[in-house]
């Protein structure tokens, strides 16, 4: 049970991971995209508008889908936002729409391993749960900010989206 815990923890992390990596790398884009402060505030907002609608329309997918279909399909959503993000960015637009397949994505994950963790503990053992998944999370938003920061010091930002692919990788294994 403390398996379940903990990669439904990791995959409800990756929102605060995308956030944290966007927010560092985000002086940097300006930079390497030619977009001023007002661009970039779009680029981020889009990830948000589309992680709150997939957020509300995923209880309508639970009833056509399995969770597991969701997560592979959320995580495969991610992880091609991710790349295209590398690949797009000489193009305002395009670089929006890999924001927006990565702010889909995220809107999956939350809700999909809050379910998770409802079906495998009841009663008491849900609270207890809900407070270690918390934990978690919490130690990840700890952590993630100080390992980005380092990488993209050392390796540029541009590698640094290794990092979430990698941690995709290790997501998908676990599901």
């Known amino acids: 049970m403390n398996k379940i815990i903990i990669l439904t ?3 409800a992390s990756l929102d605060i991971i995308d956030v944290t990596f966007f927010s560092l790398i985000l002086p940097k884009l300006q930079t390497a995209t030619k977009v ?5 505030l779009w680029i981020q907002c889009s990830y ?6 997939m957020t509300l329309l995923l ?12 997560l592979f399909s959320a995580c495969f959503l991610y992880l091609l936002g991710t790349v295209s993000q590398v690949y797009c960015l000489q193009n305002y637009y395009l670089l929006i729409c890999s924001r927006m397949l990565q702010g889909i994505s995220v809107g ?13 503990f009841k009663n ?12 978690i999370i919490m130690a990840l ?4 900010p100080s390992l980005y920061s380092s990488f993209i010091r050392f390796y540029g930002w541009q590698h640094a989206i290794i990092i979430n692919i990698i941690y995709l990788i290790f997501n998908q294994s676990g599901v």
């Open 48 to 53: 948000f508008f589309c992680s709150a609608i």
């Open 141 to 144: 938003a700890v952590f993630f």
């Open 9 to 11: 923890s990791l995959i």
């Open 59 to 70: 209880p309508l997918f639970t009833k056509y889908y399995s969770i597991r279909k969701i």
């Open 36 to 40: 001023n402060i007002d661009q970039s």
């Open 124 to 135: 008491q053992n849900f609270v207890t749960a809900t407070s270690n998944y918390s934990l």
């Open 108 to 120: 999956m994950l939350n809700p999909a391993s809050l379910i998770i963790l409802n079906t495998n």
